[in-house]
């Protein structure tokens, strides 16, 4: 399959300096993210404040920075360095897999064996922390065993899927709001990028319970219906697919040692179908992930509130309004575990 080569611009000479100036090495990998060698994460001292900054710029334009460790990190190293990125602090709220090292609440352990991490999770699109209001602002993902036949994660830059839509569709999903089955929070479908400036495309095609448009050119706001909400995950998902062949996405594979960040506004992100596939057939998988605390809430336009009552009566008349669980179904029969 013919892919499109990158659309971003190549990384600034003056913070590529930066970097090489502490012993560094940051490079643009094709078509997103930049790879980084050189800084050590294993070390108890944190690199510059300077290379900090130029490392978090980089990472909001490019998506994520793949750290390329000359060992094993272990993982109070990975949960410190996580701790650069964003709100500076660990937010942690999922379940701990008895096999966590420490018990450490603050990793989330993931495998395709049960008895070594928590299996199938994130098959579709999403940004990590869609439930809360300030989303997580950075992810971490720290391979401790790679399989041996492939099962990484794949990730999309939702600023160029944004440049990607139909001038028609820019429009339209600016006017759009999700709400999260969950908790009720209430998130743009468009947002800007708090750091690249970007104008991004948002949502969560495992956990959405109804989304809201305000109306074209007055007042007023009406629910989607069913089919309509079925047609824009369908659309959403299919412009982030497209970013795999179009030069905006990638399918990563995880190489030995390998800890990845992501600027969790900046990319969406789903397990890789390989990565939920049986060891006999994949080789044992087993990844530790961070989450990192937002730095400000993802608030939506048009005075609607950070959060409404969606296991609570549909106050918008007709539409989709579905509380729980994964929340709208927009395709039968695929997985759809958080
Ligand atoms: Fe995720």
């Given at each position: 399959m013919k892919t499109e080569s990158t659309k971003l611009p190549p990384i600034d000479p003056a913070r590529a300096e930066v970097i090489e100036q502490s012993g560094g090495a940051i490079a643009a990998l094709d078509p997103i993210g930049a790879q980084v060698s050189?800084?050590?994460?294993?070390?108890?001292d944190a690199p510059p404040p300077g290379v900090i900054d130029v490392l978090e710029r980089e990472m909001a334009l490019r998506g994520f920075l793949v750290f390329k460790n000359a060992t094993q990190l272990d993982a109070e190293d990975f949960l410190r360095a996580s701790c650069?990125?964003?709100?500076r602090e660990l937010h942690s709220t999922h379940g701990v897999h008895p096999e966590t090292p420490g018990g450490n609440r603050h990793i989330f352990r993931l495998s395709n064996d049960e008895r070594h991490g928590i299996p199938d999770?994130?098959?579709?699109?999403h940004n990590d922390g869609?439930?809360?209001?300030?989303?997580?602002s950075h992810s971490g993902y720290h391979i401790i065993r790679p399989a041996e036949n492939g099962g990484g994660t794949h990730f999309a830059h939702q600023g160029l899927a944004f440049e990607a839509l139909p001038e028609e569709r820019q429009e339209r999903w600016s006017r759009l709001s999700s709400v999260n089955s969950a908790s009720g929070v209430v998130h743009p479908l468009v947002h800007v990028h708090p750091v690249s400036g970007q104008t991004c495309i948002w949502l969560h095609l495992g956990m959405t319970g109804a989304v809201i448009e305000k109306l074209p050119g007055g007042d007023g706001f009406r629910l989607l219906q069913a089919d309509e909400l079925k047609q824009l995950c369908h659309d959403y998902n299919e412009i982030l697919n497209a970013g795999l062949t179009d030069g905006y996405g990638v399918a990563y594979e995880y190489h030995e040692n390998d800890c990845v960040f992501i600027d969790n506004l900046a990319v969406a992100h789903r397990a890789a179908p390989e990565a939920h596939m049986p060891v006999e057939q994949q080789g044992l998988r087993i990844m530790h992930r961070s989450t990192v605390k937002g730095t400000k809430d993802l608030a939506p336009a048009?005075?609607?509130?950070?959060?409404?009552?969606?296991?609570?009566?549909?106050?918008?008349?007709e539409g989709v309004w579905q509380g729980g669980?994964?929340?709208?179904?927009?395709?039968?029969?695929i997985p759809m575990r958080n």
């Open positions: 050189g800084v050590d994460l294993s070390s108890g650069l990125w964003g709100g999770v994130g098959p579709q699109w869609s439930f809360l209001p300030a989303t997580f048009f005075d609607l509130p950070q959060h409404v009552n969606i296991d609570g009566p549909n106050p918008l008349g669980g994964v929340g709208f179904r927009w395709e039968e029969g």
